[in-house]
């Protein structure tokens, strides 16, 4: 059941992407709000983090850079939708690293007590997951998936700095992209 709803809410957010008089601020807001919802539930329910707040201002932040990237005016189109592509790699390259050690994937399979003898530590941020063995030497778990991540958030990041930018530059940007009609172009 939870499989086909997700797969309705993808067909939406493809049908919300095809019409042309959503304006772009709109599109962007229903296709990143769901995930960031997600998290949110995560962090609280799950985790029993209550960290909703700070989460939520981060999503703001993201919303007003990603809507000042796509409206910035010379920026190439593939650079825009470059960060839409970035940052779903990066979720799952970061619960690949974050896990890496996790026991409850494979119960009794432990990677660090079968294969190197140690004990499996992991940091959510910056992403690390390794093995700590008695005498002090670590051996890296995960690493390759940890380079994706830092490419992908590295990437990102700086594309949502042309973001901020260009909306600090020219505060209007942000306005157009809630509009709909032939005055985006401008």
Known sequence: MIGFLVLLAWAGALYLLALPRVA?????LVLTAPPVAVVVWLLDAVFGMPSAAWVGAVFVVVLIALNGLVGHP???TWTKTTVFVTAPVAAPAWLLVVTANDT???????????????????????PQAYCLQEGGSTDNLASGAQFVFWVCFVSSLLLLAVGLWQVA????TLARQFRTGRSLTR
């Open 169 to 172: 530059r020219d505060p209007k």
């Open 104 to 126: 409850i994937k494979d119960p009794g399979e432990d990677p660090c007590s079968m294969r190197y003898g140690g004990i499996g530590v992991s940091k959510a941020f910056p």
């Open 24 to 28: 772009p601020g709109v599109k962007i």
């Open 74 to 76: 010379r920026v190439p």
